[in-house]
């Protein structure tokens, strides 16, 4: 299976906390005021920076903080499909796979800045950041993990 992500990075630090990421007063069930959240507790011009194909690499502990689900699907609205980071909270690990956002998780994912170009293969388990040329690698993400977030992606359908 081959399966690679490339794009513009959105890099973000340690321990950024899913409030921040889409605050709560964006919680709705209008999809136009979820996806409106997007990054405005953290940095809100950055939104306008998401493309499908922006991947964003973060620092430890990303996602931490409350356990809702609309962080995500914010995430997703944007078209967001690949998310990187050193390690998540786990309640935001599963919302992700269950959202079809595919978590990588990777060590130094956050040495690239904001608008790098990076390529992610998380069958083979690497990142390359093509601005700055470096490569990391990391443990394969399980394929039993793809193909939930792909069914995820595909309104739950199983292949």
């Not at 490569?135 to 595909?154: Q, T």
């Amino acid at each position: 299976m081959t399966l690679v992500y490339a794009g513009p990075a959105i890099a973000l630090g340690d321990s950024v906390n899913s409030d921040v990421l889409h605050p709560t007063v964006y919680f709705s069930l209008n999809p136009e005021r979820v996806k409106a959240g997007l990054f405005q507790g953290l940095d809100p011009p950055l939104a306008e920076r998401v493309t499908p194909n922006t991947i964003i690499v973060a620092g430890r502990n990303f996602g931490c903080g409350s356990s809702r689900e609309v962080v995500v699907q914010s995430m997703r609205l944007h078209g967001l499909r690949i998310v990187v980071a050193e390690f998540f909270a786990r309640i935001f690990y599963r919302n992700c796979i269950n959202q079809g956002l595919l978590p990588v998780e990777c060590p130094n994912a956050n040495r690239s800045v904001t608008g790098d170009q990076v390529v992610v293969n998380p069958v083979e388990g690497w990142l390359r950041n093509e601005t700055q040329n470096w490569e990391l690698r990391f443990p394969p993400v399980d394929s039993r993990i793809i193909d939930l977030v792909e069914a995820a992606r595909r309104g739950g359908e199983t292949p």
